[in-house]
């Protein structure tokens, strides 16, 4: 499957698509079922948080890919921060906070705390920060998330760059030390919030 697998860099075109991809990927994650508790809003909810993300930081802060399948549909994207870029400009987050608002609505403190906790405990070497990667769960397990991790990590490798991601699933913790990450630290968001798992990779 890897073989017809294409990784592409996203461009301003690709916003709308992309977050819908990841809100379904994330439909189900600890945090975003924290955040939003309804389904109908997180359905509504999620992919304008990542739009507004997308379009405000990420694109211009690093590297957004996104894994095509054989027939040229989009199957999984993964959101990179490039080194010293993790952290989000005042105007990135002046244009991002209208959609953000409408996006959480009644939860949009909730948000901004979730927010303000994983950059408390975000490093300060340089590394590459992997701050999303999901892929429509039509497709999950046919080798689009390893396609996408990879075609980061050996750009890592050949720079000499560590790698960094908060990792909100146990279950992924796994998934992540196969590619070299290790947990370094364990992020538990205020008021009954889930824990995250700071995980961490040295380059090869």
Not at 192 to 199: E, H, K
Request: with cysteine.
């Amino acid at each position: 499957m890897s073989r017809t697998i294409d990784v592409r860099s996203a461009h301003r075109t690709d916003v709308a698509p992309l977050s819908r991809t990841l809100a379904r990927a994330f439909h189900d994650d600890p945090v975003m079922t924290w955040l939003w508790s309804r389904e109908d809003k997180r359905a509504y909810g999620l992919p304008r948080f990542f739009a507004a993300m997308t379009r405000h930081h990420h694109l211009a802060a690093g590297g957004v890919d996104i894994a095509y399948d054989a027939a040229g549909a989009m199957a999984g994207v993964a959101l990179w921060n490039r080194p010293g870029r993790w952290e989000h400009s005042t105007l990135s987050e002046l244009r991002m906070l209208p959609t953000l608002i409408s996006g959480f609505g009644t939860r949009i403190l909730a948000g901004k705390a979730v927010g303000d906790t994983l950059a408390r405990s975000h490093p300060c070497e340089p590394h590459w920060y992997l701050a999303a990667i999901g892929s429509d769960p039509q497709v999950r397990g046919a080798g689009y998330g390893r396609a996408l991790m990879q075609h980061r990590l050996d750009q890592c490798d050949a720079d000499q760059h560590p790698a960094y991601l908060e990792s909100s699933h146990p279950d992924n913790v796994p998934y992540y030390e196969r590619f070299g990450f290790e947990v370094v630290n364990r992020v538990a968001l205020a008021d009954g919030g889930p824990t995250l798992w700071a995980m961490w990779r040295h380059p090869r």
